[in-house]
């Protein structure tokens, strides 16, 4: 639990706690792509929405960067596009947040959790008759205890 809660206060904190530093390199790569990502979407978003303003108020003060490019239905699906995608991005880099909290608190419980040597896995193939009389191939895990 305390892994989970330094990895909200500061993301990557909790992966140093379970001495897993090898993963923060990954959690911060993913905050700075989507942090990335997202400012360019909200620029395009206002630069295509100033410009389906200046359409649209015949006001010469409004600025438009792309004047005479696009058609004002075109501007503003654009806008309403780029704005939709912003706020997807934003939704899923706060499900990357929760993920990255949720993964230092199941890797510090794992920590902890022993194994037993009696455990055994084995990969063989499998062969196996299907209802039409046709063979199907394929790998069977078989697990003792």
Known sequence: MKSAM??????GLGQIYNKEA????????????????????NKLYHTFRNAYLATTDNRSDTDN?????????ALKQ?????KRDRDYLVLLMTMFY????????????LREFKINDSILAQLQPSFQSTSLSSHVIGISLKIHF
Not at 98 to 109: C, F, K, R, V
Request: aromatic share 16%.
């Open 6 to 11: 330094l990895s909200a206060i500061l993301p």
């Open 22 to 41: 090898f993963k923060v390199p990954f959690v911060y790569a993913g905050f700075m792509g989507f942090a990335h990502f997202i400012n360019e979407n």
């Open 65 to 73: 960067k792309i004047q005479g490019q696009f058609s004002s239905s």
């Open 78 to 82: 654009e806008a309403d596009n780029l």
């Open 98 to 109: 929760l993920t990255n909290i949720a993964e230092a608190y199941i890797s510090g419980h």
